[in-house]
Every structure is written in structure tokens, then in C-alpha cells.
Nanobody, 116 residues
Framework: QVQLVESGGGLVRPGGSLRVSCAAS????????MGWYRQAPGQERELVAT???????NYADSVKGRFTVSGDFAEKSVYLQMNNLKPEDTAVYYC??????????WGKGTLVTVSS
């Protein structure tokens, strides 16, 4: 059974930094990409950042220049370094991975709260 487990969320002041991590366990055949999505209260889940096995990254415009996604495909892990955090970054952050055989897996999420 595949499980994705996020860690590293918490409370941070505006302008601060936080790093969230995600580790996958179980058999996942041929991961194609890994990444992060977030969902704020009352809003839809949105893409934050993804990284492909090729190393190509993709970011939401709202986080470009502030967030950095990285991954270790051999270890089935993905990370998100978040700098210069803003109150509007407050959300539950979800880890996601997909495979080139159509598999799609989600973590349960970790809460990031940006508040003074």
C-alpha cells in the first residue's frame, strides 16, 4: 500500500521560512513527478510546485522566487522550501506524486499557518 506522509508544517511569522517534507512508502512503479498542492479554507486545492524526474520544475506564479521544490526520486521524497512567507500562504499543504502508468497518490496534508 502506497502512503505519502508530509511533515514540517507549523506556525511561522510573515517573512519567515519553513521547509515541508514528504516521504513515500510502499511500491510505486516509475514515478514521473512529485510536488506540492495547497488548499486554503473555503478555497479549491491549487498547485504550488512540482518537479519532474527530468529535473524540470513548475511553480505557481504566487510562489515564484520564494518557494523552491526539490526531490530525491530514488528515496521517493520531495521537499518544499518556503521563504518570505505571507499570510496568504496559509493552507494545508498536500504532497502528490504520479507515475507514468497513471498512478496518482496524495498525502493527508500538513498545515502551514503564517501569522503574527
Amino acid at each position: 500500500q502506497v502512503q505519502l506522509v508530509e511533515s514540517g508544517g507549523g506556525l511561522v511569522r510573515p517573512g519567515g521560512s519553513l521547509r515541508v517534507s514528504c516521504a513515500a512508502s510502499g511500491f510505486i512503479f516509475s514515478i514521473n513527478s512529485m510536488g506540492w498542492y495547497r488548499q486554503a479554507p473555503g478555497q479549491e486545492r491549487e498547485l504550488v510546485a512540482t518537479i519532474a524526474r527530468s529535473g524540470i520544475t513548475n511553480y505557481a506564479d504566487s510562489v515564484k522566487g520564494r518557494f523552491t521544490v526539490s526531490g530525491d526520486f530514488a528515496e521517493k521524497s520531495v521537499y518544499l522550501q518556503m521563504n518570505n512567507l505571507k499570510p496568504e500562504d496559509t493552507a494545508v499543504y498536500y504532497c502528490h506524486t504520479d507515475t507514468n502508468r497513471g498512478g496518482s497518490y496524495w498525502g493527508k496534508g500538513t498545515l502551514v499557518t503564517v501569522s503574527s
